[in-house]
């Protein structure tokens, strides 16, 4: 469980770099939201409270929570991104192709999916049931 919800993290943090979106969960409720300035991008929870960012270096993008903390990475090659926890183990990996998204634990498992259209991504975990969004 662990390791879904840091590739969960890490794959909504590496998407959020390219745009500033509000995150929404299943049931459409405000969840919060993030700031990109430069190549650092900056996360807040539904309150406006700072929760961490990610900063990102050529192909590869570093993850701090709100204390300014490392605590993972993720690198992008090809159409496929690689997470890390803080330590540097492989944690998961997506692949992306024109629209979509598929997330893969360290094992290679199937854990989800994304689907871009029209300024806003949907998620859904490995059943294809609906999980949260993020509109610009």
């Not at 990102?56 to 204390?67: E, H, P």
């Not at 990996?93 to 893969?104: D, V």
């Not at 994304?114 to 059943?127: A, E, F, H, P």
Request: hydrophobic letters at 15%; glycine letters at 14%.
């Amino acid at each position: 469980m662990k390791t879904r919800l840091i590739l969960a993290a890490l794959a909504t943090a590496a998407a959020a770099m390219a745009d500033s979106p509000r995150f929404y969960d299943s049931t459409g409720s405000y969840q919060g939201s993030s700031t990109t300035s430069g190549n650092t991008t900056r996360y807040y929870d539904r309150t406006g409270s700072f929760q961490g960012s990610a900063q990102r270096s050529g192909n590869t993008i570093r993850y701090y929570d709100k204390s300014g903390s490392f605590q993972g990475s993720a690198t992008e090659s090809g159409g496929t991104t690689r997470y890390y926890d803080r330590t540097g183990s492989f944690q998961g990996s997506s692949t992306t192709s024109g629209n979509s998204t598929r997330y893969y634990d360290k094992s290679g498992s199937f854990q989800g999916s994304s689907s871009n259209s029209g300024g806003s991504t949907r998620y859904y975990d490995k059943t294809g049931s609906f999980k949260g969004s993020k509109s610009k």
